[in-house]
């Protein structure tokens, strides 16, 4: 990062959302990095692509909009129903610009757990693809993300960003207060299976971030014959030791 985008990224933080959400868009470069959807990463856009074939998902699920780009995305190659919600005031007004004029598009203005209620409150029993990516906040949503779709959701593949692939350290991870997310930072997901991407991190593009992708076991069988996915452990102790 250079001493522009520095100082950009300082003075727009002190500035009102209503203003500094316009200078994001004026000054595309100066603010946080773009990297595109999925953190730039063609392979795991291909995971999405691939899921998307495989299953007849009736919506999708984001949290986290930041900048809309991925939100974008998943209308574009799903055509389906995007619900994304974003917590900061400056990021959502902006990924609300991005996403105009995108009818199956709904934002949230809100904490995540709070549209996964809304939703869940809705009646039916519809096949969700979820991607989590709500961090940034010293309150991570994941661990109670993931407690209402298991309680909700008996149709759900749930798909985690930052997430720590074993096997393949090249994949990058993030830690929350300490706690690496892995298999051990989830909750039970009784007769839920894991799976992980299936090509290494080199020949990943963008971030190299690492995901895991969670599948319901209705769903699970479906999510188990895609190519661009490899099956992993969900118990926490084998995690531990692998
Ligand atoms: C890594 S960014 C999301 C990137 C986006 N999904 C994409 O692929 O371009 C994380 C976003 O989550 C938002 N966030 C953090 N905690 C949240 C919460 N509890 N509910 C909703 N959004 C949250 C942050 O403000 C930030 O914009």
Same mark, same amino acid.
């Given at each position: 990062m250079?001493? @522009?985008?520095?100082?950009?990224?300082?003075? /727009?933080?002190?500035?009102?959302?209503?203003? @500094?959400?316009?200078?994001?868009?004026?000054?595309?470069?100066?603010?946080?990095?773009?990297?595109?959807?999925?953190?730039?990463?063609?392979?795991?856009?291909? =995971?999405?692509r691939e899921l998307l074939a495989a299953t007849s998902f009736d919506e999708i699920v984001e949290t986290g909009s930041f900048r809309g780009t991925t939100t974008r995305f998943l209308s574009d190659v799903s055509g389906l129903p995007v619900h994304s919600a974003e917590i900061a005031d400056r990021f959502y007004r902006y990924a609300a610009v991005k996403c105009r004029g995108l009818p199956g598009v709904r934002l949230y203005h809100a904490d995540s757990r709070k549209m996964l209620h809304i939703l869940s409150k809705?009646?039916?029993?519809? $096949?969700?693809?979820?991607?989590?990516?709500?961090?940034?906040?010293?309150?991570?949503?994941?661990?109670?993300?993931?407690? =209402?779709?298991?309680?909700?959701?008996?149709?759900?593949?749930?798909? =985690?960003?930052?997430?720590?692939?074993p096997g393949d350290p090249g994949y990058q991870f993030t830690s929350y207060h300490g706690t690496?997310?892995?298999?051990?930072?989830?909750?039970?997901?009784? &007769?839920?299976? $894991?799976?992980?991407?299936?090509?290494? /991190?080199?020949?990943?593009? &963008?971030?190299k971030r690492g995901c895991v992708v969670l599948a319901s076991p209705e769903l699970a069988p479906a999510v188990a $014959?895609?190519?661009?996915?490899?099956?992993?452990?969900?118990?926490?102790?084998?995690? $531990?030791?692998g």
């Open positions: 250079n001493l @522009s985008q520095r100082a950009y990224i300082r003075i /727009s933080a002190a500035l009102p959302a209503a203003f @500094s959400f316009r200078t994001d868009l004026l000054f595309p470069r100066l603010g946080l990095p773009e990297l595109g959807p999925f953190n730039g990463q063609l392979k795991r856009q291909e =995971i999405i809705r009646p039916g029993n519809p $096949a969700l693809l979820f991607y989590l990516d709500a961090h940034w906040q010293e309150d991570v949503p994941r661990y109670q993300e993931l407690e =209402i779709i298991r309680a909700r959701w008996r149709r759900a593949v749930v798909m =985690i960003d930052d997430f720590r692939v690496p997310l892995d298999v051990n930072y989830l909750p039970e997901l009784p &007769g839920w299976k $894991a799976f992980y991407p299936k090509s290494d /991190s080199a020949d990943e593009t &963008g971030a $014959a895609l190519s661009s996915l490899r099956t992993g452990e969900l118990t926490r102790q084998s995690i $531990a030791n």
